[in-house]
C-alpha cells in the first residue's frame, strides 16, 4: 500500500520562502531607512561643521570691522534716552554722530539694552541675528513651498551670512533680519487667522518701510487682515504717545520727514532708486528725476504683487512688494536687502529636472549680492558723484537686478490663469 501524503503543514521548503521574503523585505526596508537617516546625519553634521567654520571666520572678519555693532550703541543710547527721561532725538554716537532715527515705540523696545552691560547686549546682537537668520531662511523655504530639513537649513543658513546685505546686518547689528521675519511670518499664516496682520503693523511701528505690506493685503481682498495690520501700526504709534508724548510728536511732525537725517542718499550705501538717481546724475538732489519714476515703480510695483496673488503665486507677489518698498525708499542701505533670503529660496523652488535655468538664475543673483562691486568703486568723501559711466552699474546693482526680475515676473504673469498657483 502506497504511503498516504503527508498533510501540507507549511513547514515545507516552498511554503518557507515566503516568510523568509516577507522577513527579508522588512529586513531590507529598515537598512535602507537606517542607511538614509545615517546619511542625512552625516550631511547635517557635514552641514553643522561648515557652519561653525563660517561662524569662526565672520566673527574674525566683524572684529576688524571700523563700525562693528555701531548700530547696537545707537539702540542702546535710545533705551537710555526712554529710561534716563532723555531728549531722544537729541543726541548722537559713535565717531560717525548717528542720532536716534525710528519711531519712538522702537525706543520703548530697546530700552533693556542699557539694562544690560555692553558686552552682554553685543553678544545677544550677534548670536541673535544668527538665529534670525536661520529663521528667515525656514520662513523663505516655505514661503517657496518646500520643506526644510536640518541638512539644508543649517547649509543656507551657512551661505547665507556672506550675502552683503545679511553680512552688513551681521557688522552693524542692525534688526533688518527681525523685521523680515516679523513679516513673512505673518504672511504665511493662513487667511483668515486670527490677529493675521498685527506682527506686520508691529514692524512697520518699529521702521516704516514694513507698512507697504499692509497695503498689499488690503489691495488683494484681505481687508480683515490689512485693518489689523494699520490698527497694530496705530497701537504702536499710541503706545509712543502715551509713553513719551514730546518725541512722539517731535517725530510724527518733523523727523520722519528729515531723510538727510538718515544719512546721504548719494552714496553708495544707498541702493534705492534716489541713490542711484543722484549717482547717475551727479547731483546730491536727484529731485523729480527720482520721485516720477519712484511713484510710477510703486505704483506697478503693487499691481504685480496683487496680479500674481489673484494667479496663486503668492511668493512672487511677497517679492514684489519688498522689491517696491526697498526700491522707492528714499534711503536704502544695502543692508535693508535681506530679502534677498526669500528671492534666492524662491527662485530655486521653481527649479525642476527638467527646468534647471532657474538654478543658473538663483546662482547668479546670489553671486551678485556676494560681489560686493558697490564698495568696489570710488567712494571716499564725495567721489560717489563723480562715477564714471562704466562704474555706475557696480555702484548701483541691487535696484536694475530688483526691477529686472519685477519685469520677468510681470512677463511670466501674463498668460498665468487667475486661480491657478504656480506650477513650475
Known amino acids: 500500500m502506497p504511503a498516504a501524503p503527508t498533510p501540507d503543514t507549511g513547514t515545507g521548503a516552498d511554503s518557507e520562502r515566503p516568510a523568509r521574503t516577507a522577513r527579508g523585505g522588512r529586513t531590507a526596508r529598515a537598512r535602507i531607512r537606517a542607511a538614509l537617516g545615517t546619511h542625512g546625519d552625516h550631511r547635517t553634521r557635514a552641514a553643522a561643521a561648515l557652519l561653525a567654520v563660517s561662524l569662526a571666520a565672520l566673527a574674525a572678519v566683524c572684529a576688524a570691522q ?43 523696545l530697546f530700552v533693556p539694552t ?6 552682554a547686549v553685543q553678544i545677544l546682537f550677534a548670536a541673535g541675528n ?13 514661503l517657496a513651498g518646500r520643506r526644510t530639513s536640518p541638512a539644508l537649513l543649517i547649509a543656507a543658513t551657512t551661505v547665507g551670512l556672506w550675502l552683503e546685505p545679511v553680512f552688513q546686518t551681521m557688522v552693524f547689528g542692525q534688526i533688518n533680519l527681525a523685521l523680515a521675519c516679523l513679516v513673512l511670518w505673518d504672511l504665511g ?11 506686520i503693523g508691529v514692524a512697520a511701528g518699529i521702521k516704516l518701510t514694513p507698512a507697504i505690506f499692509a497695503v498689499h493685503l488690503l489691495l488683494t481682498g484681505r481687508v480683515r487682515a490689512g485693518l489689523t495690520a ?4 496705530a497701537g ?45 546724475l551727479h547731483s546730491p538732489e536727484p529731485g523729480l528725476w527720482w520721485a516720477v519714476p519712484a511713484a510710477v515703480v510703486g505704483l506697478l510695483g503693487l499691481w504685480l504683487a496683487r496680479r500674481a496673488h489673484l494667479r496663486g503665486r503668492e511668493s512672487w507677489g511677497v517679492l514684489a512688494v519688498a522689491g517696491t518698498a526697498v526700491l522707492v525708499s528714499p534711503i536704502s542701505w544695502s543692508h535693508h536687502w535681506v530679502w534677498c533670503v526669500p528671492l534666492l529660496a524662491v527662485l530655486a523652488a521653481t527649479a525642476s529636472p527638467s527646468r534647471r ?6 546662482g547668479a543673483v546670489a553671486v551678485l549680492f556676494t560681489a560686493r562691486t558697490h564698495w568696489l568703486v570710488p567712494h571716499s568723501g564725495d567721489l560717489d558723484l563723480h562715477l564714471h559711466w562704466w562704474q555706475q552699474p557696480l555702484a548701483s546693482p541691487y535696484a536694475p537686478l530688483a526691477l529686472a526680475l519685477m519685469a520677468c515676473a510681470a512677463w511670466r504673469l501674463r498668460s498665468a490663469r487667475p486661480g491657478r498657483a504656480d506650477e513650475e
Do not use: C
Request: aromatic share 10%.
Open 189 to 199: 499664516r493662513p487667511d483668515g487667522a486670527r490677529g493675521k496682520g498685527l506682527a
Open 236 to 280: 504702536t504709534a499710541a503706545l509712543g504717545a502715551a509713553v513719551l508724548p514730546g518725541a512722539s510728536v517731535e517725530f510724527w511732525t518733523r523727523r520722519m520727514f528729515e531723510t538727510g537725517r538718515v544719512g546721504k542718499a548719494w552714496i553708495v550705501d544707498n541702493q534705492s532708486l534716489q541713490g542711484a538717481a543722484a549717482r547717475l
Open 130 to 142: 544668527v538665529v534670525l537668520l536661520a529663521l528667515l531662511v525656514h520662513l523663505s523655504l516655505r
Open 114 to 119: 542699557a539694562l544690560l552691560p555692553l558686552p
Open 230 to 233: 494699520l490698527a497694530g501700526f
Open 357 to 362: 535655468w532657474p538654478l543658473y538664475v538663483a
Open 66 to 108: 571700523p563700525s562693528f555693532l555701531v548700530d547696537v550703541l545707537v539702540y542702546r543710547a535710545e533705551g537710555q534716552a526712554v529710561a534716563e527721561r532723555r531728549d531722544l532725538y537729541g543726541f548722537t554716537v559713535t565717531e560717525w554722530d548717528l542720532p536716534a532715527t525710528y519711531p519712538p515705540f522702537a525706543a520703548l
